[in-house]
């Protein structure tokens, strides 16, 4: 769910990422009809897994092949149900089945990379008629293996497809990865969030943006902090919020089912009130070295590279943080 496989930009990105860290490499690459898959095309890929997960749960028969009305996944996924809303999802659709990405995550032979698409393909199907009766698609074997792995996948809270930025819902996947295994949270160096986020951003605008993340906490079940080394060096640290009064459970956030969301309803977790101070934090969190082994803590991993604006945006950072870690 951390990883960069997703622009989280809605603009058109053609331009690939290349993040390498430790024994894990990811390339994703765009074509320039569809441009790169966005963190809001990944929705359907969670209404995808909602689904294998159910079946299976219920006992039927499960399969990569997957069939549905577009109002279903639109419903699902939180967007309108208008014409426009689905030539949104049918164009969601053809970057996630022409973006493709190259990993090496769970390969058993060291250097080994797979390749594939998000969705091997999809189509439109008709009654007899001829008029539209709903959408058909096949999910990725590598995709298909990793759903019915329970240990692979964590539920989220349904206010996840309320927030409208890309770095805010990339953000939640990562916290919701580590935050479900400590809960006296964890903390992450500015720098290292800006390289395996993936972001085309110069590093200056990716803390600014971090920042106000933090002034308006909408992260549900989780709260964000600011916490500044005595070298200089700049933290985002988090924590589970527990405003019911109750301690977060560690895989599965009230108000949801089973894996992945499927039509629950909001759960008790809730912005914190404005007047919150987030900068006021003086108790230390515990460094997120145990379950990030590619941290931003081991020096020698090589992280994200956005190649369109790798030479700018490389000056921008020495001309701009000197003094700040990596």
Request: net charge positive; proline share 5%; glycine share 8%.
């Amino acid at each position: 769910m951390a990883y960069p496989f997703f622009s989280l930009s809605k603009s058109h990105r053609t331009a690939p990422i290349d993040f390498v860290a430790g024994d894990v490499s990811i390339r994703v690459e765009a074509v320039p009809d569809h441009g790169m898959a966005t963190i809001w095309d990944a929705d359907i890929l969670i209404w995808a897994a909602s689904q294998i997960v159910e079946a299976r749960d219920a006992g039927l028969r499960t399969s990569r092949l997957m069939a549905a009305t577009p109002y279903e996944i639109l419903n699902f996924i939180g967007r309108g149900v208008g014409l426009r809303d689905y030539q949104r999802l049918k164009a969601a659709l053809d970057r996630l089945q022409s973006t493709t990405v190259a990993t090496s995550i769970r390969q058993p032979a060291e250097g080994r990379r797979h390749r594939f698409s998000w969705i091997n393909e999809w189509q439109e199907r008709t009654d007899r008629n001829g008029r539209p009766a709903g959408i058909e698609l096949i999910v990725p074997d590598w995709f298909y293996r990793a759903v019915l792995d329970d240990a692979l996948v964590l539920t989220i809270d349904r206010a996840y497809f309320d927030l409208t930025g890309g770095l805010d819902r990339w953000l939640y996947r990562l916290v919701r990865k580590h935050g479900g295994r400590q809960r006296r949270g964890w903390r992450f160096d500015f720098r290292h969030l800006h390289q395996k986020s993936g972001s085309l951003s110069p590093f200056k605008r990716f803390a600014f943006e971090l920042r106000d993340i933090i002034r308006r906490q909408p992260l549900p079940g989780y709260k964000l902090f600011v916490e500044v080394e005595i070298g200089g060096r700049v933290l985002l640290a988090f924590e589970p919020s527990t405003p019911c009064g109750q301690t977060v459970d560690g895989l599965v956030l009230s108000g949801t089912r089973t894996i992945v969301p499927s039509g629950t309803a909001r759960s008790c977790y809730r912005e914190p009130k404005p007047g919150v101070s987030a900068e006021k934090q003086s108790r230390n969190r515990t460094l997120n070295l145990e379950s990030n082994q590619e941290s931003n803590f081991r020096r020698s991993a090589r992280d994200v590279e956005n190649i369109a604006d790798r030479s700018e945006n490389t000056s921008r950072s020495l001309d701009s943080t000197s003094g700040d870690a990596e």
